[in-house]
């Protein structure tokens, strides 16, 4: 995540990364991240990289800045990541993982980070054929999360140009040939 604010990640599964899991790399005058109630599952790479660890950091509340108080501002803990679930079959617990910039589990915990997170086998069905979806003992249940309906995700079948589509009583085809018409006629008032 980089350049935002508030940005909500919630209710998603991310497995197999190859570098890092998560990665936060510019720290803002505000909370730029929501990352709560996600299963993470790796093999390799990083869990954590650039979330800074939650030390104080200052930005200068300017004109139309940080409410305009023209004032150096201090800020801890700019984002939120918490209720999460993680895993990763090559290590036993969370104390044989380094969060971001090397810290340890427990200060990770300490500095208001992942405090009601858990490390556990999120239980899917068959990881190794890639079926995400969890067993109904998973224990991100207990964390809030909801199960993601799997029949709609991927690769799907060509889409079918020639039927009606959600909200539009034509098809894409005739939609897409109704606004060639109009671009035509606009074109043809814009020059004369």
């Known amino acids: 995540m980089n350049w935002g604010r508030e940005i909500n990640v919630r209710n998603n599964i ?3 990364g190859k570098n890092d899991q998560i990665s936060r790399q510019r720290s803002e005058p505000h909370i730029s991240l929501f990352f709560e109630g996600n299963i993470v599952y790796w093999e390799e790479g990083a869990l954590i990289k ?4 939650g030390s104080e950091y200052e930005f200068y509340g300017g004109i139309g800045g940080l409410g305009g108080s023209g004032k150096m501002l201090t800020y801890r803990n700019n984002f939120i990541i918490d209720y999460n679930l993680y895993y990763n079959p090559n290590f036993k617990n ?6 971001g910039e090397g810290m340890t589990w427990q200060k990770w915990n300490e500095r208001g980070h992942d405090t009601n ?16 979806r969890l067993k109904s003992e998973s224990p991100a249940f207990k964390l809030g999360f909801r199960q993601i309906d799997m029949s709609n995700v991927g690769i799907r079948k060509r889409f079918d140009f020639e039927k009606p589509v959600g909200f ?7 939609y897409s040939d109704k606004l060639n018409y109009i671009h035509k006629i606009l074109n043809h008032h814009e020059k004369n």
């Open 50 to 53: 650039g979330m800074r660890d």
């Open 94 to 99: 969370m104390d044989d993982i380094t969060m």
């Open 168 to 174: 539009l009583p034509v098809s894409w085809r005739e």
């Open 117 to 132: 997170s858990i490390y556990a086998d999120p239980m899917f069905y068959d990881i190794k054929n890639h079926d995400f």
């Open 14 to 16: 991310f497995a197999f």
